[in-house]
Protein backbone atom coordinates (compact mmCIF):
# COMPACT_ATOMS: atom_id res chain seq x y z
CA UNK A 1 0.00 0.00 0.00
CA UNK A 2 0.93 3.66 -1.20
CA UNK A 3 1.52 5.94 1.65
CA UNK A 4 -0.48 8.51 1.66
CA UNK A 5 1.08 11.88 -0.12
CA UNK A 6 1.39 15.17 2.21
CA UNK A 7 -0.09 18.59 1.85
CA UNK A 8 3.52 20.79 0.75
CA UNK A 9 3.09 24.31 2.26
CA UNK A 10 3.18 26.85 -0.21
CA UNK A 11 3.31 30.33 -0.21
CA UNK A 12 0.42 31.29 -1.77
CA UNK A 13 -1.01 30.70 -5.64
CA UNK A 14 0.97 32.08 -8.46
CA UNK A 15 -0.49 35.10 -9.71
CA UNK A 16 0.04 34.15 -13.27
CA UNK A 17 -0.64 30.66 -14.53
CA UNK A 18 0.27 30.44 -18.24
CA UNK A 19 3.28 31.33 -20.11
CA UNK A 20 4.07 30.50 -23.50
CA UNK A 21 5.98 31.43 -26.48
CA UNK A 22 5.58 35.00 -28.37
CA UNK A 23 3.74 34.62 -32.11
CA UNK A 24 2.55 31.38 -31.65
CA UNK A 25 -1.50 30.56 -31.38
CA UNK A 26 -1.79 28.53 -28.02
CA UNK A 27 -4.04 26.31 -30.23
CA UNK A 28 -1.09 25.12 -31.53
CA UNK A 29 1.48 24.53 -28.52
CA UNK A 30 1.99 21.27 -26.51
CA UNK A 31 1.78 22.07 -22.51
CA UNK A 32 3.81 21.71 -19.71
CA UNK A 33 2.04 21.52 -16.57
CA UNK A 34 4.32 22.10 -13.37
CA UNK A 35 2.84 21.46 -9.96
CA UNK A 36 2.38 24.79 -7.47
CA UNK A 37 4.59 22.87 -5.34
CA UNK A 38 7.25 22.58 -7.86
CA UNK A 39 6.69 26.26 -8.63
CA UNK A 40 7.13 27.34 -4.77
CA UNK A 41 10.63 25.07 -5.04
CA UNK A 42 11.88 27.08 -7.80
CA UNK A 43 10.65 30.31 -5.79
CA UNK A 44 12.18 29.35 -3.21
CA UNK A 45 15.55 27.78 -4.46
CA UNK A 46 16.36 29.81 -7.40
CA UNK A 47 14.63 33.49 -7.09
CA UNK A 48 15.08 33.37 -3.25
CA UNK A 49 18.29 31.81 -2.70
CA UNK A 50 17.94 30.19 0.29
CA UNK A 51 19.71 26.19 0.39
CA UNK A 52 17.71 23.17 -0.05
CA UNK A 53 17.32 22.66 3.84
CA UNK A 54 15.65 25.78 4.51
CA UNK A 55 13.49 25.15 1.58
CA UNK A 56 12.24 21.70 2.89
CA UNK A 57 11.26 23.32 5.98
CA UNK A 58 9.76 26.51 4.79
CA UNK A 59 7.47 23.47 2.86
CA UNK A 60 7.11 21.13 5.59
CA UNK A 61 8.67 18.57 3.51
CA UNK A 62 11.72 16.27 3.80
CA UNK A 63 14.58 17.76 2.63
CA UNK A 64 15.05 14.56 -0.13
CA UNK A 65 11.62 15.20 -1.34
CA UNK A 66 12.06 18.92 -1.80
CA UNK A 67 15.13 17.78 -4.25
CA UNK A 68 12.97 15.55 -6.17
CA UNK A 69 10.29 18.16 -6.65
CA UNK A 70 13.31 20.90 -7.53
CA UNK A 71 14.57 17.98 -10.14
CA UNK A 72 11.41 17.97 -11.84
CA UNK A 73 10.18 21.59 -11.93
CA UNK A 74 13.74 21.83 -13.99
CA UNK A 75 13.39 19.72 -16.20
CA UNK A 76 10.07 20.67 -16.94
CA UNK A 77 11.06 24.40 -17.55
CA UNK A 78 13.54 23.38 -19.59
CA UNK A 79 11.38 20.85 -21.80
CA UNK A 80 8.98 24.22 -22.27
CA UNK A 81 12.09 26.38 -23.45
CA UNK A 82 14.05 24.35 -25.49
CA UNK A 83 11.18 22.38 -27.20
CA UNK A 84 9.19 25.70 -27.26
CA UNK A 85 5.88 24.23 -25.10
CA UNK A 86 3.58 26.51 -23.13
CA UNK A 87 4.14 26.30 -19.12
CA UNK A 88 0.71 25.85 -17.12
CA UNK A 89 0.54 26.33 -13.05
CA UNK A 90 -1.67 24.34 -11.56
CA UNK A 91 -2.68 21.01 -9.50
CA UNK A 92 -1.04 19.43 -6.94
CA UNK A 93 -1.47 18.72 -3.10
CA UNK A 94 -0.65 21.70 -1.60
CA UNK A 95 -1.61 23.96 1.47
CA UNK A 96 -1.49 27.84 1.53
Do not use: W
Not at 39 to 53: I, N
Amino acid sequence: MVRPRLCRRVKGNPGITYFKPRGVPLRELAEVVLLVEEYEAVRLKDLEGLDQEACAAKMHISQPTFHRLLVAARKKIADAIIHGKAIKIEGGTFRL
